[in-house]
């Protein structure tokens, strides 16, 4: 019941049905309490999201739980949550979140979100991204270009399903496999 109910006030995407066997040391524990939970995320623990969260649940569980964070994207954190090593997991793969709770391993998934993805620049504008009719076509411009481009490592999905051939901006592209914030 516990479970369930950590879901819900902290609205994250998709729980387990069991319970997690992580030995797995995480990137944020929040709380000392003995009740203990792993979840994996990305962006919302590295942005803070998942500390706030935490911080309020255990203020309202009076201390009695640990909440343990494990950085991973989408994929991996899927994974991990099917494979029982974590207990919820916060997402961004409508598709696949839909699968795992079809199939039997993953429940209550709820939408807390969305993402919202935004390209900064010079004012000089070199690749003309502000004339632009769509992410897809700022993208284009940024390779036809040749401009500097860096990337905390991934391509927003809506960029991947309207790419045909799924080629990430080949101009002076750097990945810093970093946050947003980080980068600018």
Same mark, same amino acid.
């Given at each position: 019941?516990? @479970?369930?109910?950590?879901?819900?006030?902290?609205?994250?995407?998709?729980? *387990?049905?069991?319970?997690?066997?992580? &030995?797995?040391?995480?990137?944020?524990?929040?709380?000392?309490?003995?009740?203990?939970?792993?979840?994996?995320?990305?962006?919302?623990?590295?942005?803070?999201? =998942?500390?706030?969260?935490?911080?309020?649940?255990?203020?309202?569980?009076?201390?009695? #739980?640990?909440?343990?964070?494990? @950085? !991973?994207?989408?994929? &991996? %954190?899927? @994974?991990?949550?099917?494979?029982?090593? =974590?207990?919820? #997991?916060?997402?961004?793969?409508?598709?696949? &979140?839909?699968? !795992? =709770?079809? &199939?039997?391993?993953?429940?209550?998934?709820?939408?807390?979100?969305?993402?919202?993805?935004?390209?900064?620049? +010079?004012?000089?504008?070199? /690749?003309?991204?502000?004339? *632009?009719? %769509?992410?897809?076509?700022?993208?284009?411009?940024?390779?036809?270009?040749? /401009?500097?481009?860096?990337?905390?490592? #991934? #391509? +927003?999905?809506?960029?991947?399903?309207?790419? @045909?051939?799924?080629?990430?901006?080949?101009?002076?592209?750097?990945?810093?496999?970093?946050?947003?914030?980080?980068?600018?």
């Amino acid at each position: 019941m516990l @479970k369930k109910f950590l879901a819900t006030a902290m609205g994250l995407l998709l729980l *387990a049905p069991g319970m997690a066997v992580a &030995e797995t040391p995480g990137n944020g524990v929040y709380g000392k309490g003995p009740e203990k939970f792993f979840l994996a995320t990305g962006s919302p623990g590295e942005l803070g999201l =998942v500390h706030a969260l935490a911080a309020g649940f255990d203020k309202a569980m009076a201390g009695k #739980i640990t909440l343990t964070w494990i @950085k !991973a994207g989408s994929g &991996e %954190s899927l @994974k991990l949550l099917k494979d029982k090593k =974590v207990d919820l #997991i916060m997402v961004h793969a409508p598709a696949a &979140e839909k699968q !795992a =709770v079809q &199939e039997g391993w993953a429940q209550d998934r709820t939408l807390i979100g969305s993402n919202e993805f935004y390209l900064v620049g +010079p004012a000089s504008d070199p /690749a003309k991204i502000a004339e *632009a009719k %769509s992410a897809l076509d700022a993208y284009r411009r940024i390779a036809a270009a040749s /401009a500097k481009f860096f990337s905390r490592g #991934i #391509i +927003p999905a809506p960029i991947k399903r309207n790419c @045909k051939s799924g080629r990430k901006p080949t101009s002076s592209r750097r990945e810093t496999g970093t946050s947003s914030p980080r980068i600018l």
